[in-house]
């Protein structure tokens, strides 16, 4: 029986994941939750190595199955070694992408069979689901346009650049994918813009994720009385 409270952040490249996640588990922190911050790929030792395979531009002829087949591996790694002990724990799990990720990037943008896809989530992770999905909305031109940038400014992100290779039609694949997403389990998923100052998505998000009622108080670190 997992105690804790499972978040994910959802979104296209460039839509201010990376930026908002710590920002997110610090807010979570500073009131008072016991919060470990996360990601897939690489949350794991094992995870990080299965990452710079997935993401680096070298790789631009790796198939979708093969893909598809790795992002599932660090995915049961990630769950077994991190998430389900933490959830076991009673904590706050803030995860920057999860299995949603996957089905609107290699179902919807790829055209890999979601059926297939679901059978895979069946055997590696038994379909577990977070909680709360936060889904960081923003226009394709415009997230491509801060992902590319990112990675030319900064020398640890420009070595995981392959899926901004991918055509325009690609990444808007994948946003309808996460449209269709959102709709269709609209308890679990919440849409946050993302087109805005870092500070109001911030607040966004945190307005967000009060407002789904799921932050229970026995999360809550209760200080000593003196």
């Excluded at 470990?36 to 002829?61: C, D, F, K, W, Y």
């Amino acid at each position: 029986m997992l105690k804790g409270l499972f978040v994910t952040l959802e979104g296209i490249e460039g839509c201010g994941k990376s930026t908002q996640a710590p920002r997110l588990a610090r807010r979570l922190r500073k009131e008072g939750y016991h919060c470990l911050l996360t990601r897939e790929p690489g949350g794991t030792s094992i995870g990080r190595e299965i990452r710079q395979v997935i993401l680096s531009p070298a790789n631009h002829r790796m198939c979708a199955e093969t893909e598809l087949g790795l992002y599932f591996s660090d995915r049961a790694q990630h769950l077994r070694e991190v998430v389900w002990p933490a959830l076991e724990a009673g904590r706050i799990v803030l995860c920057d992408r999860f299995t949603d990720s996957t089905m609107a990037y290699q179902g919807y943008g790829r055209g890999l069979s979601l059926r297939q896809i679901r059978a895979l989530d069946r055997a590696m992770t038994g379909e577990f689901r977070p909680h709360v999905t936060l889904l960081l909305d923003l226009s394709v031109e415009e997230g491509l346009a801060r992902a590319r940038k990112r990675n030319r400014e900064s020398t640890s992100q420009g070595d995981e650049g392959r899926f901004e290779q991918e055509e325009l039609n690609f990444h808007r694949r994948v946003r309808s994918g996460y449209a269709k997403m959102a709709h269709k389990e609209n308890e679990r998923y919440v849409i946050v813009p993302a087109s805005g100052k870092a500070r109001d998505v911030h607040e966004a998000l945190w307005s967000a994720l009060k407002k789904t009622r799921k932050l229970p108080r026995k999360h809550v670190v209760r200080k000593a009385r003196r």
